[in-house]
C-alpha cells in the first residue's frame, strides 16, 4: 500500500514526457512478471510409473487384487506419489465385470502441500473378443476421493473435502503370441467439484505389452484439458505381477 501511494506521488510530481516513460517502465516490469509468474506452471514433464502387484482367486469367481506403486515427475528426478491399492472384481458372466477398490494415495503435488488421500472406485467392464487374437475392453469408473482423509473420513469434526470423478476407457489387446499380449488404450477424466460445473479435465493414453502374463512394461501420455497453458506429461510404467 505504502509503495502503491510512494509511485502515485512520484507519478504525480513528473512532466508530461516523464509520465509518459514513466508508465512506458511500469508496463514493462509489470508484464515481466506476471509473464514470470505464469512460467511458475511446467507445462511438459517426464516421470516413472513402477510397482507391484499381487492377485489371487479368494472364491471361484472374485478375484483380489493388492498393488503398490510410487510415480516421480520433475523429468523423474522427484517422487510424485505413492500409493496401495486393494481391488476385487466379480466376472457377471464372459462379457461384463464389476469391480471396486480403495486406494490410499501420498501425493506430494507440484506445487501445492502434500495431501494425505483416500479414493474409492466402482467399475463396470465389458470386454468381447472380436477377432482370433484381438479383444476389446470398455471400462465405465466412478471414483470418489477423500482429501486428507483420517479416520472415518472426517476431520476435525468437519467431513472432509471430497473430488469426484467419472472416466471412460477404451483399450484394444492384440495376441501376438504365448508371452506377448500388446495393448493400446484411451481414457478421458471428467471432474466433479464443488461449485463447479462438471468438466473434461485431461486425456490419457496407454500403449504396453504384458510380457509372459508377469511385466507390463508401457508408455503413457497425459494432457490437460481447457487451460490455458495445458500441461502434457509422458512416462514410463511397469509392472510386476504376482498370480496365486
Not at 463396470?124 to 486428507?148: C, D, G, H, S, T
Request: net charge positive; charged share 25%; glycine share 4%.
Amino acid at each position: 500500500m505504502f509503495i502503491v501511494m510512494g509511485l502515485m506521488r512520484k507519478y504525480c510530481s513528473l512532466n508530461s514526457m516523464n509520465k509518459i516513460l514513466f508508465l512506458l517502465i511500469f508496463n514493462f516490469l509489470l508484464s515481466n512478471n506476471i509473464a514470470w509468474c505464469q512460467e511458475i506452471k511446467v507445462v511438459r514433464d517426464f516421470g516413472v510409473w513402477a510397482g507391484i502387484s499381487f492377485e489371487k482367486k479368494v472364491f471361484t469367481d472374485l478375484n483380489f487384487k493388492l498393488e503398490h506403486q510410487f510415480r516421480t515427475f520433475s523429468n523423474a528426478s522427484k517422487l510424485d506419489d505413492y500409493l496401495f491399492d486393494a481391488r476385487l472384481k466379480y466376472p457377471i458372466n464372459k462379457h461384463f465385470i464389476l469391480g471396486s477398490n480403495i486406494r490410499y494415495i501420498h501425493n506430494i503435488k507440484r506445487l501445492e502441500r502434500t495431501e494425505n488421500n483416500i479414493r474409492c472406485n466402482i467399475d463396470i467392464e465389458y470386454q468381447k473378443k472380436v477377432y482370433q487374437n484381438i479383444k476389446i475392453r470398455y471400462r465405465l469408473r466412478y471414483q470418489q476421493e477423500f482429501i486428507n482423509a483420517h479416520l472415518f473420513f472426517f476431520r476435525n469434526g468437519q467431513q472432509t473435502v471430497t473430488n469426484s470423478a467419472i472416466r471412460n476407457k477404451l483399450k484394444l489387446f492384440f495376441k501376438y503370441n504365448t508371452r506377448n499380449n500388446i495393448y493400446t488404450s484411451i481414457e478421458i477424466f471428467r471432474l466433479i467439484q464443488v461449485f463447479r460445473e462438471p468438466y473434461f479435465s485431461k486425456i490419457r493414453l496407454f500403449i504396453g505389452n504384458q510380457f509372459n502374463n508377469k511385466f507390463d512394461f508401457s508408455i503413457g501420455f497425459e494432457k490437460e484439458i481447457g487451460s490455458n497453458h495445458p500441461y502434457s506429461f509422458i512416462f514410463f510404467k511397469t509392472i510386476y505381477r504376482m498370480k496365486r
